[in-house]
């Protein structure tokens, strides 16, 4: 199984990003798409999931707004969508598959990770 995100890169505060996540290996439609975040020298946070099936998604309070996380089941690809970007969101995110609908925070229920993408938002 292979995670493999991409999209990540310097922007400004106030600007856009899209990242992607492209999964190979798994049958992509049997498992819900979680983005997690890691800023330096914190720990690892939730970001946002997307479910299987009709992908329902959820996103972390604090970003509500400003992230939507999505996916393609055709292109095996989840997608989070960021505006609005801040400092403060300067950190490498990273998608895995699996979670739950429940408690898609909790990171130790997501089978696979991927290697993450740098994120960094500065002027």
């Known amino acids: 199984v292979q995670l493999q995100a991409s999209g990540g890169g310097l922007v400004q505060p106030g600007g856009s990003l899209r990242l992607s996540c492209a999964a190979s290996?798994?049958?992509?439609?049997?498992?819900?798409m979680g983005w997690f975040r890691q800023a330096p020298g914190q720990e690892r946070e939730f970001v946002a999931r997307?479910?299987?099936?009709?992908?329902?998604?959820t996103v972390a309070d604090s970003l509500k707004g400003r992230f939507t996380v999505s996916r393609d089941n055709a292109k095996s690809t989840a997608y989070l969508q960021m505006s609005g970007l801040r400092p403060e969101d300067t950190a490498v995110y990273y998608c895995?598959?699996?979670?739950?609908?429940?408690?898609?925070?909790?990171?130790?229920?997501?089978?696979?990770w991927g290697q993450g993408t740098l994120v960094t938002v500065s002027s």
């Open positions: 997307v479910g299987r099936g009709r992908g329902v998604s």
């Open positions: 895995a598959a699996g979670g739950s609908f429940w408690s898609p925070a909790l990171a130790h229920e997501y089978a696979y």
């Open positions: 290996g798994l049958t992509f439609s049997d498992y819900g």
